[in-house]
Every structure is written in structure tokens, then in C-alpha cells.
């Protein structure tokens, strides 16, 4: 069984050094395997919903963006070095600026995160990151090395019983979260950015817009700005040694391509005209935090009256009118 087969492996490992390997599908290296394709499927599909609903759930105002993203993002993934892997892309209703990828493609892109962005091939850049994370099996990998730590503190009790690995797949977010919102190791991100690059001129896109967005990054981390702190920068710390690799990468394989400025302003007008609507909301859960209960009720009335068909703005007055 799949439990038995990864307690043992586990185990193993921890008695002997030795462990099952595979081929890293990105990058063509050996590394270790206790987590089967299937069971790799199997995970990220489980777990994409609930973990969307605990960052937001998706942004349903305006569908003809998350379509926009879905293509651009399918553009990418079949070029990808796991084309085949049931790839989707959501946009969710979230402030904060950030991206995810669960395993087997399953990926996430907060709206805050869109409003900061120029243009198409920049949109391109931070998918084709997050498709790196999920072809080279990133998470997973964490996933592994946080069993053979449990595995070697227990010891032969480590073992699950079906209905354990079961409870680990389905959950509910906790698992997910976890996996979206882990930070990434330096060489990670290094390996993400480096194949994401090779991505998008494969897709036709200019490949510095990644180094761009890599020096806006930098440049924002530096200022300790508290909303990429808590969201993007937490889970994929910008560095010199990204852009200068980057920038390295790019002059290798040439720059140039498609930037499509133009489309993505219209794709994104809808988002930024509802912007002054999600800033009051974001404001009134910072004043009912403080404690500051009229104000923020000002605040997300302010909001409901500039966009009256977002639910979440009628879920916080009901918060704060509970106190």
C-alpha cells in the first residue's frame, strides 16, 4: 500500500543512508522519490480548493481576467518541461501580493499581486516561476525531507496505517497551506527563475521582464514594504544573486519578445477601478484589529458603496458589527 511503501522507504533511509531516486523531470537530476506521480496528482488536486478558500477564495467579480490569466498561464505550461501535467490557474481575492503552486500544477495568483504588474510578459514571468515550482516537483521535495525528519525521530513508529495518509491527503487546507505558502530554498528559486525564463522566450515572450520584476522585487524588500513582506518576499525571497543570474541567463539566450503592455492595462482596468473599493476594505480590518470598531465600519461602508456585489465587504461589516 502507499502509506506502507512510504514508511518503509523512510525508514530505510534513516537506517542505511539509501533511499529510492527518480529524475527530476526539469532538470534531469537524481534526486529522492517517496512521493509517486500519482500520489503527487492526487495532492495538489485535493488540496487546491480548500487552500484557495483559506487565501481568499477566488475573485468571481470580474471572470473574463481569470480567463486572461488561465490562457497566458496555459501558453506557458505547454512549453514546459511537464506539459502534460493537468495545469490550472486561478485568481484569488486577495490584497496581499503573492503567488503559489501545489503540486501537479495546481497554481494561484492573489490579485494584489496583479495591480503591481506592467504588463503581459511580466504576468508571464511570475507564472512561469510558479510552473518551474510544480514541474521540478519543488514542494514535494519538502514534503519528503519533512518525513525523513519525522521518520528519524520516530523511529520504526513512524509507520501510517491507510487511514493516516489518508487524513494527510484530505486534510482539509492545512496541508495545502502549508505547501502554498512555505518559503522556497535559494536554489530553488534559483532553478524556478532559470527554467521560468527558458519558458517564456520558448513562449515568445521577452525574457528581461523577468529580470525587471526581479529588480522591482529587490528594490521593494530593501524598503521593508509590510505587504510583500508578509505575502510574495515570505515565500520567494528576492536577492542580488537572482538578478544577477538572471540578467546573466538573459544576455545568454538574447532579450526581446513579446511585452504586451497595451493588453494587459485593459485586462487589468476592471481590477484597478475596483481598487479604491478593496483599499477600504483593507483598511476597515486594520482599524476592527486595532479595535477601532466606527471607524472601521466608515471604512468597509465606503467599500460596499463602491463595490456593492462583493460579499466579502458584507462578511466584515458582519464581523464588526459582532466587535
Not at 11 to 23: E, H
Not at 180 to 209: F, H, V, W
Not at 276 to 295: N, R, T
Request: glycine letters at 10%.
Amino acid at each position: 500500500m502507499l502509506t506502507r511503501y512510504i514508511a518503509i522507504a523512510a525508514i530505510a533511509l534513516t537506517l542505511t543512508g539509501l533511499g529510492g531516486c527518480s529524475v527530476n523531470p526539469v532538470t534531469g537530476e537524481k534526486q529522492l522519490s517517496l512521493i509517486s506521480e500519482n500520489q503527487e496528482l492526487a495532492l495538489g488536486a485535493e488540496q487546491y480548493t480548500p487552500t484557495q478558500q483559506t487565501q481568499g477564495g477566488r475573485f468571481y467579480i470580474d471572470p473574463e481576467l481569470s480567463i486572461y490569466v488561465r490562457d497566458v498561464g496555459q501558453k506557458l505550461a505547454r512549453v514546459s518541461d511537464r506539459p502534460d501535467l493537468p495545469y490550472e490557474f486561478v485568481v484569488l481575492n486577495n490584497s496581499v501580493p503573492n503567488a503559489w503552486a501545489l503540486p501537479g500544477g495546481k497554481i494561484a495568483i492573489n490579485r494584489g499581486l496583479l495591480v503591481e504588474l506592467e504588463d503581459e510578459a511580466q504576468l508571464a514571468s511570475v507564472l512561469g516561476h510558479e510552473i518551474v515550482h510544480a514541474a521540478a516537483r519543488h514542494s514535494v521535495q519538502r514534503m519528503q525531507q519533512s518525513m525523513l525528519i519525522s521518520a528519524g525521530v520516530a523511529g520504526l513508529g513512524f509507520a501510517l496505517s491507510d487511514n493516516e495518509w489518508a487524513g494527510l491527503i484530505m486534510g482539509g487546507a492545512a496541508l495545502g497551506a502549508q505547501l502554498a505558502l512555505a518559503q522556497y530554498s535559494q536554489g530553488d528559486e534559483l532553478e524556478s527563475d532559470a527554467y521560468g525564463i527558458r519558458y517564456m522566450k520558448e513562449a515568445g515572450y521577452d525574457p528581461q521582464a523577468a529580470v525587471e520584476l526581479q529588480q522591482l522585487f529587490l528594490k521593494l524588500s530593501e524598503g521593508r514594504q509590510s505587504g510583500w513582506l508578509d505575502g510574495l518576499f515570505a515565500t520567494h525571497p528576492p536577492s542580488a544573486k537572482r538578478v544577477q543570474e538572471n540578467q546573466e541567463l538573459v544576455q545568454n539566450i538574447g532579450s526581446g519578445g513579446y511585452r504586451g503592455r497595451d493588453v494587459y492595462q485593459r485586462r487589468i482596468a476592471k481590477l484597478k477601478e475596483l481598487q479604491p473599493a478593496y483599499d477600504a476594505h483593507d483598511e476597515a480590518m486594520k482599524l476592527a484589529s486595532e479595535g477601532k470598531f466606527e471607524a472601521a465600519l466608515d471604512q468597509v461602508n465606503k467599500a460596499i458603496k463602491l463595490e456593492p456585489r462583493e460579499a466579502m465587504f458584507f462578511a466584515l461589516r458582519g464581523r464588526i458589527y459582532r466587535g
